[in-house]
């Protein structure tokens, strides 16, 4: 006989999860109930029920539903620096087709990850408010910031401009390219992909900074 007594709903057992990955398991059931009505739509009872677990067991790991989307947003800064990461690939072949590339992975991965993506910018999580969330989107901008740098070499020192600025700058373009061109919103209809749409606005961008010929 164990000399304690193992709690099913700690460990998951009616959906196989054993000690130590039921939050793993809420994460995951959470992604198709963010999908299907938003970050804001669903309830920890319903992520609990998606894990298999009682409705109680999910506040050994989260106090409420923002922190499961906390969780979630996490872990999708995490897998978004990695997209980001490969594409830069050190500059590679050149740093201007790797800063295209980076762009491009960027809409792949909203369109490849939209749970993930929605808790993300859409969850209403601070994220200078959660360290370790900090710490994710903090590396998926310094990829942006390191690829803005290589573009700037080639200019003067007194010419360059701030490399956080460009890597904002084209966050937020690449975001609008998502929210308006790549997600069934009303600019979805226009004869141009949301791809040749974001790789247009970037060229433009750059052309007028001087940070690659006209």
């Given at each position: 006989m164990p000399d304690h007594e193992t709690d099913p709903e700690e460990t998951g057992t009616?959906?196989?999860?054993?000690?130590?990955?039921?939050?793993?398991?809420?994460?995951d059931a959470a992604l198709p109930l963010i999908e299907a009505k938003?970050?804001?739509?669903?309830?920890?009872?319903?992520?609990?029920?998606g894990a298999g677990v009682s409705t109680a067991a999910p506040y050994r790991h989260f106090r409420g539903r923002d922190e499961l989307i906390e969780a979630v947003a996490e872990q999708g800064f995490k897998l978004f620096a990695d997209w980001l990461e490969r594409?830069?690939?050190?500059?590679?072949?050149?740093?201007?087709?790797?800063?295209?590339?980076?762009?491009?992975?960027?809409?792949a991965f909203a369109r490849s990850h939209p749970a993930h993506y929605m808790a993300m910018f859409e969850g209403g999580v601070s994220v200078a408010a959660?360290?370790?969330?900090?710490r994710a989107a903090d590396r998926a901008m310094a990829i942006l910031i390191r690829a803005a740098e290589r573009l700037a070499e080639r200019l003067p020192a007194d010419r360059r401009p701030p490399a956080t600025m460009v890597a904002n700058h084209i966050w937020a373009f690449?975001?609008?390219?998502?929210?308006?061109?790549?997600?069934g919103k009303p600019g979805s209809r226009a004869p141009y992909s949301a791809d040749e749409m974001l790789e247009s606005g970037v060229v433009v961008y750059l052309q007028g900074l001087g940070l690659i010929p006209t």
């Open positions: 009616r959906r196989g999860y054993h000690h130590g990955n039921l939050r793993q398991g809420l994460i938003g970050p804001l739509g669903f309830t920890l009872s319903e992520a609990a029920r594409a830069w690939n050190d500059g590679r072949p050149s740093p201007l087709s790797a800063f295209m590339a980076v762009g491009r992975a960027y809409l959660n360290p370790d969330l900090a690449s975001h609008g390219v998502v929210e308006l061109f790549g997600r």
